[in-house]
Each structure stands twice: as C-alpha cells, then as structure tokens.
C-alpha cells in the first residue's frame, strides 16, 4: 500500500515537472541548460574551435602546402605566406595543424568512446549483480588502475614493427582508459538499484537486460557523458604521449607527431618557437575545454559537487 | 591494525606485479616478428652484408637468453630471473645489464618524482582550499581557470614552454643535462648548486602542471565540505575562522585527497617521463626514449617493469598508511 502511494505521488509530481518543461520548447530549455551549466557551455565552446580548426580550416587552406619540402628556405619564422611559419622540412606549420587536429581529434574520440563501453558495461554488471560477480570485476579494477597504461601501451607499440595504426592506437589505449567510468558507474548503479521504481521493475518480472537499459541507462545518462569525457581526456593524452615519443602512427600527421618532430630537430633550442607554440595553443584550447566541460558534466551528475552562491 | 585488511592489500599488490609482469613476458613472446632476429638482421644491414644465413646466430643467441624451450618453462626462468633481479642484458649497450643501466638512472627520477610532489601538494592543496573558502582574498579565487588550464595540459607542454623563456630566451638556466657536460659529480657543494640548476626547470614544469590537479582536486572537496552540519555548527558556535578553516574544513578534505592522488599516480610518473625526454634529464624517462629509438626490448620490458614496481610499491605503502590517518578505513567492509 505504502510503495502503491508513494509511486503514485512521485509519478504526478514528474507530470507537472514535465508538462512545464514541455510548454518551455526545446530550444528555451537548451538555452536554460547551457545557462545554468556555464562549466559545459564554456568547455564545449572550446572544443568547438579546434574541431571548426581541424575540419573547416581545410576549406580554406590548402593542405598540400603541408607536404615536406613545399618551402624553401625551411625554419622561416610566421609572415604573409606563412602565418605560423614554417618547420625545419620547409612544412608550412597553418596547414600541417589543421591536417593534424582532425586525427587527434579522432584517436581520442574512439578511444574515449571504446573505453566507456568497455567500463560502463563493467560498471553495470558488477553493480547491478553484486556479490562475487562484483568482487572479481572489482578486484580487476583496482589491478587495473595500478597499471601504468602508458608504459605498457610504450612496450607494446615497440614491439610492433609494422608501424601504429589510428584504429589500433584507439583500441589499445581504450583497453587501459576504462577504469574511472567502471568506478563511477558501479558506484551509481549501486545506489540506483535500491530505488523503488527499480523494485517495483524487478517485482513485475521485468530481465534483467530490459531494467538495465530502459530503468538505469536514462538515470546514468549525466554520469555516462561525464566519464566519456573524462576517458576522451585520458585517451589524448596518451596519444599525444606515444606519439611524442615516435610511436604512434607516424605516416599521418597528429598533433602528437608534430610535437615529436619539433623535439626531433631541436626547436625549442633553435629557438623556432612557432614550432611548438602553435601545437601548443591548440592544446590548451582542447584539454582546457576539455577538462572544464567535464567538471562541469560532474557537477550536472552530482549537483552537490556545485558551488552555492 | 585489522589484519584481514592487510592481506588484502597484500594480496592486491601481489596480483597487480604477477598481471603487469605476465602481460610483458606474453607480449613480448607472441608479438609477431622475433626482436633478436631483428636486430642480427640489422646488425648485418649496417656491416653491408645482406641475405646471409643468420639462422645459426639467432639460435645461439635464444639458447643463450634461453627462449628455446616451451612457454610455460620460459615463463619459469623469467620469473627466477627476475627475482633474482636480472632483467638480462641491454641489446644497445652490451655488456651493460639492464638492472645497471636502470639503476643509473633511477635516482634522477625518483628525486624530481618526490621534489615535485611534496611541493605540488602542498602549495595545491593550499591554493584549492582557498579559492574554495568564500572568505579568502579575491585574487586567490580569480586563479580558478589558471589552474584548469594548468591541470589539463599535459606537463611535457609546460616544460617546452619553460625551456623556452627561462633557458633559451632569457637564458637564467640551463636547458638539459643533469648536470653540465664534464662536471665531476662528487660530495660538495658545487655538486649541489649544479643538481639543483638543472633540476629546476624539470620540476618546475610538473610542479606547475601537477599544482592544477591537487588545487581543483582541493576546491571541489572543499565545496562539498562547507555543506555539511558541523561546519554550520562551528560557525554558530563562534570558533575562529582560523581554525574552521584548518581543523574543520582542510583536515576533513585531505585524505580524499591522498585518495585520488594515489589513483592518479601512474599518470603522473608518466607524464614525468614526458619531461624528462624535453629536457634530456637523465632519469628513467630518456633512457626509456634512447632504448625505444635502438629498439632496445629487453630495457624497454626492464623499464616498464621497474616502473609498475615503484607505482604498485608506493600505493601499497599508501595504503598501509591510511587507517592510521583515518580509523574507519580498517574497520570497514572487514
């Protein structure tokens, strides 16, 4: 009688909830949203001029202007040609970033992507079933963790004689990058399956599968986008840092192999600082919004991590 | 102590060294292409000959590194071996092991390691709990987006930025080496002056880098903190603000803060690696770059696993030492 009465109560108070959020349109609640999440609509503007670097700049620039040898003299500092100069094989740096930015952006958002998969899944099994299920993936967890992924990651791109691959760079990182989302999910998933309406799922003979993802999932929603951020983070910095250490898929241009090649030829020394200046500038502008949007996400997930003013 | 919980964590240390060890011993042993062929064929690239029968020569020197036999006996003797403290020899600098090389290097790491963390925590902490403490001055809260900048790019990103105005542009310090080309390391001053000059950019870059994580990491707990009923309490109360701000507010807040330190451990010695190649410091990092560029194997899998080592080794002190900060760790989940 007692759940009867509560369900019933909490049912008609999301009706007016969502009839008020209704008559607001789409846009005006977007528009709320980004307001109230400023974290998010700071971080995300961010991102979005790197991505509107990478993938319109070629519109206007023509990347074969990147290929080596395309100017000579090499090492010139920016002018009207080139506007961010160019490096030590005579690239012109403007249009080697802008070929570069979509690749990295690319690593990381398969990686970032794959490991939430790998940790979400993770995250809900050993949550939502418990017991000795959740022990064993725990256990796995916390080795994992333990593990410094980027060593091992260094260990086995040089075994591989072949030469890294974007889509085999993506998928090792993911395999070391899923923790934090296994963590955070579980965790969620724990307190969300003592709910009431999870109760009530599971008493009217609901699988397991179904509570999983039509009960759960839309619940977690917050959490799952914070922790693809944070993986998406994760997983450019390990990029960036295989590749700086030549090891990464170095017959494509990525951020992280510019970085490589400026420490190859001495930039910094030379003082050919729009070598690295340049790279460096578009990765502030990426992990900066990156790692806002994330505190932001968190804070939308957990609103008690949210500053009361 | 509760001894369940030691074992466990024992336990936990045991599994992490056995995973990482097992996972570099198959890696290395079914990753297609043989390392040691490799190099002889290499080696004979570089004498000028080539298409020679180097059959005899790779069996001689399997036989001699013992990765003959079956899997399952090599795994054996890799695992003796390594208990012995013999990671066998360096392919690049013959005769010289890898337990020499990396233990040449090892004190140039772990001193910037320990220099880095201890001053980023401090100053971090200090700095996050006051952008968080609505009463502190506002040019300490402004600093906010300077530490999320800070925290999110990685530290080599720092380093070349630092390298670049205090050693090649302003020229105050020196931009590489442990020490300057041909200066006799001894017990002296001089020794001194000249580690800690050339130490300075390194550290600072992570110290610089590192600073953000502790700080946000700081500002966020301390956020949740000011929420709770005994902060109330202790205001109504009257107490200094001193004192709210020491005992009740940053004592609360620095043991989560040991937490996600240590979870971020092995990201940090990462990036630290990073730096070091910026700066040619001569720790784990640069021989761990060298070995790469002369497809060094048996130093790169030495490396990696004295790495995990000290990582498994200092989360395991860690945690050793939480219950004595804070009891209701043991005595929990027993």
């Not at chain 1, 993986?231 to 840092?241: D, E, M, P, R």
């Not at chain 2, 390691?113 to 040019?139: E, H, P």
């Not at chain 2, 090649?168 to 300057?180: C, M």
Request: charged share 15%; net charge neutral; hydrophobic share 55%.
């Amino acid at each position: 009688m007692n759940i009867d009465q509560t369900t019933e109560l909490s049912t008609s108070a999301d009706d007016t909830v969502s009839t008020a959020t209704a008559k607001a349109g789409f846009a005006a609640r977007s528009f709320q949203f980004f307001r109230y999440n400023m974290k998010i609509t700071i971080g995300l503007f961010l991102v979005l001029i790197v991505v509107a670097f990478g993938y319109i700049g070629p519109l206007f620039v023509d990347l074969e202007r990147a290929e080596v040898g395309a100017f000579i003299p090499p090492g010139q500092p920016p002018s009207a040609e080139n506007w961010l100069g160019t490096d030590a094989q005579g690239r012109d740096m403007l249009a080697w970033l802008i070929d570069a930015t979509p690749d990295s952006l690319r690593v990381g958002v398969m990686a970032g992507a794959l490991g939430v998969i790998i940790g979400a899944s993770v995250g809900f099994i050993a949550g939502y079933y418990g017991g000795w299920i959740d022990t064993v993936l725990r256990t796995i967890t916390d080795i994992w963790l333990a593990v410094p992924g980027l060593l091992v990651l260094i260990v086995l791109a040089s075994l591989r004689q072949e030469g890294m691959t974007l889509e085999l760079m993506a998928i090792l990182i993911a395999v070391f990058s899923w923790m934090g989302a296994a963590r955070v999910i579980r965790a969620q998933v724990l307190s969300l399956r003592e709910r009431q309406y999870v109760e009530i799922a599971r008493m009217s003979g609901e699988k397991g599968i179904y509570i999983v993802f039509f009960e759960l999932m839309p619940n977690l929603m917050p959490f799952l986008l914070a922790a693809f951020v944070g993986s998406l983070i994760g997983a450019i910095l390990a990029a960036v840092g295989l590749e700086f250490l030549g090891l990464g898929a170095t017959n494509i241009s990525t951020l992280g192999n510019i970085l490589y090649w400026q420490n190859f030829y001495n930039a910094v020394i030379r003082g050919m600082w729009w070598w690295w200046g340049s790279p460096i500038v578009i990765f502030i502008l990426l992990f900066a919004g990156l790692f806002i949007a994330s505190i932001g996400l968190d804070e939308w997930a957990n609103p008690r991590l949210k500053e009361r003013s | 102590m509760n001894p369940a919980y030691i074992v466990r964590r024992l336990a936990l240390f045991v599994l992490t060294v056995t995973v990482v060890v097992t996972l570099i011993f198959l890696l290395t042993r079914l990753a297609p292409g043989d390392p040691i062929e490799a190099k002889v064929l290499a080696l004979e690239a570089q004498a000028g000959n080539t298409g020679g029968d180097i059959g005899p020569i790779v069996e001689a020197y399997r036989e001699k590194f013992q990765l003959d036999g079956p899997l399952h006996t090599q795994y054996l003797t890799y695992l003796t071996n390594l208990l012995r403290g013999d990671m066998g020899y360096s392919m690049s600098s013959y005769p010289a092991t890898v337990s020499d090389m990396i233990s040449a290097a090892l004190p140039w790491t772990i001193g910037i390691a320990l220099i880095t963390t201890v001053v980023a925590m401090l100053f971090g902490s200090l700095v996050g709990a006051l952008i968080a403490w609505r009463k502190s001055f506002r040019l300490v809260q402004a600093t906010l987006p300077v530490l999320m900048v800070t925290a999110a790019v990685p530290f080599f990103l720092f380093g070349l930025v630092l390298q670049f105005f205090l050693g090649v542009h302003w020229k105050i310090l020196p931009t590489a080496f442990g020490v300057d080309p041909g200066f006799l390391v001894g017990w002296n001053l001089e020794t001194l002056w000249q580690l800690t000059k050339h130490a300075v950019l390194p550290a600072g870059a992570v110290i610089v880098a590192s600073t953000g994580l502790w700080g946000l990491g700081m500002r966020a707990m301390m956020v949740t903190t000011a929420g709770e009923d005994y902060m109330l309490m202790a205001d109504s109360k009257g107490l200094k603000e001193r004192r709210i701000f020491l005992t009740y507010a940053v004592r609360n807040v620095l043991l989560p803060q040991t937490t996600s330190f240590a979870l971020s451990l092995a990201s940090v010695v990462g990036g630290l690696l990073l730096v070091e190649i910026v700066f040619n410091y001569p720790g784990i990092g640069l021989l761990l770059r060298d070995a790469i560029g002369r497809s060094d194997y048996f130093l790169i899998q030495g490396i990696t696993l004295i790495t995990t080592l000290a990582i498994a080794i200092a989360l395991f002190i860690m945690d050793m030492i939480y219950p004595l900060i804070d009891p209701r760790i043991s005595y929990n989940r027993s």
